[in-house]
């Protein structure tokens, strides 16, 4: 590695003079970027909720039909996130292998850093998470009953049970009804009642933009 860096031993040994601290930096650096998270914003994400959703206007005015769509598109994303990128599976697979190696770290400064970098990570995972789904459940009218923080580091749980399932050939199935199960426990009415045409081709509208989760999160848990 130090010859294809181009570097000497040197000048490497300067930098890390134990062989501990040049794992314990190469390993916090990769912690930075471990973590997957395109699959929670941009086009596709917005996509994938929006074909979840549906065109019809009408199964969007009660609150049974809002929670059912709220339902799929969770669902949906889900699945979207873990089975159809491998790009995103191939960082969830890293960070959980960087999440099992630091228990077998050394007490100290090292293990210190890699630490703090894979605490990094996932918080700012579960920030972007917490977001999303204030989002969302403020589209369809619904709130949290538990903070959407928490609601974030529960699917952060959920995602990777099953990215250690299905590695190892536990035959965990499809993630998306274990989020669905997880929302439909954790999403109360905000606005229980019936919406009119317009307001439900409202929803559709906001659903059709570009990056549906670059707008400024619905107000509702904390």
Known sequence: MVRDADVSRTAAYRC??????????????????????????????TGVVRRAVGDDPSTLRMEAGRRAALLRAVSASADDDLLADRDEDRRWRLYLTLAMAV???????QRDRVVAAV????????ARLAENYQRLFGLFGFTSTVGYGELAA?????????????????????PGTGYALLVDGAAA?????????????GLLDELDAPDLFVAEPVSGGE
């Open 103 to 109: 228990p077998s770290l050394p007490a100290g400064p």
């Open 16 to 45: 890390w003079p134990q062989r501990e601290d040049f794992l314990a930096d190469v390993l916090a650096a990769l912690a930075e970027h471990a973590l997957p998270t395109a699959s929670t914003r941009g086009a596709r994400a």
């Open 189 to 201: 009415p905000s606005d229980p009642g019936e919406w009119d045409e317009a307001r439900c081709r």
């Open 119 to 126: 605490d990094r990570a996932e918080r700012t995972v579960r």
């Open 154 to 174: 529960i699917g952060l749980a959920l995602m990777r049970g099953y990215v250690v399932g299905g590695h190892a050939g536990a035959g965990t199935g499809s």
